[in-house]
């Protein structure tokens, strides 16, 4: 049972660079979300799915976009990378809000 | 500004004191939960709470929800090394869009 991949696992970006993040769950579950979490603090939620086709933003959604077009995906992109956007990116899914949230574990980008 | 406020945010102590980490928040949430995060990971669920007033124990930490709802500690008695790491509470709400939000963590140091 793999429950949460995120790929990739590192990547270095330069400036006005696009890339996309890919999480992938096998739990079937509904709510899937990607949070961001800088150097000794907690995790600011970027985006997050309620259920296959839908998306809402989170607490910092400027400059991400995210896509869910099948329900065990959830891609992240950013499409100008700025060195802000250096951090490390998790992706959690959940049956519903209330129940335990899986992690991946996570992705660290570094924009120069 | 983060809808849960964690204090304090770095703790220290010795082996075989206790300590408390407290969650707060001026709103109601349908449920908190409670994570433990190591370095290079992604956060591990320790245990939700639902109903305000409910005391969760769980070896030897214990977790208490406010009557109101809208706070939560976490006390953890005779700290060991193996406590080390970063806890985080979580909460969802439906007045929120029923999504998982996070604090900004509590670090915690226990030294041999």
């Known amino acids: 049972n793999a429950g949460v991949t995120q790929t990739p696992k590192f990547r270095v970006l330069k400036t006005g660079q696009s890339m996309t993040l890919l999480c992938a769950q096998d739990?079937?579950?509904?709510?899937m979300y990607w949070y961001r979490q800088d150097p000794g603090m907690g995790l600011r939620l970027i985006h997050y799915?309620?259920?296959?086709?839908?998306?809402a933003k989170g607490e910092v959604p400027d400059g991400y976009n995210v896509s869910r077009l099948k329900k065990q995906n959830f891609l992240l992109g950013l499409e100008s990378a700025a060195p802000s956007q250096t951090s490390v990116y998790f992706c959690?899914?959940?049956?519903?809000?209330?129940?335990?949230?899986?992690f991946g574990q996570g992705t660290r980008l570094t924009v120069v | 500004t983060q809808l849960l406020e964690q204090s304090p945010q770095f703790l220290s102590i010795q082996e075989g004191e206790n300590l408390t980490v407290y969650c707060n928040s001026s709103s109601v949430f349908s449920s908190l939960q409670w994570y433990r995060q190591e370095p290079g990971e992604g956060p591990v669920l320790l245990v939700t709470v639902v109903t305000g007033g409910e005391v969760k124990k769980l070896k030897r930490l214990t977790f208490q929800f406010g009557d109101a709802r809208k706070d939560s500690s976490l006390h953890i008695t005779a700290a060991q090394p193996g406590d080390t790491g970063l806890y985080l509470c979580a909460g969802s709400a439906l007045y929120a869009g029923n999504k998982l939000t996070f604090g900004g963590g509590t670090r915690v140091l226990v030294k041999p």
């Open positions: 799915s309620v259920g296959e086709g839908t998306t």
């Open positions: 739990m079937n579950h509904e709510y």
């Open positions: 959690a899914s959940s049956y519903d809000s209330y129940t335990e949230a899986f």
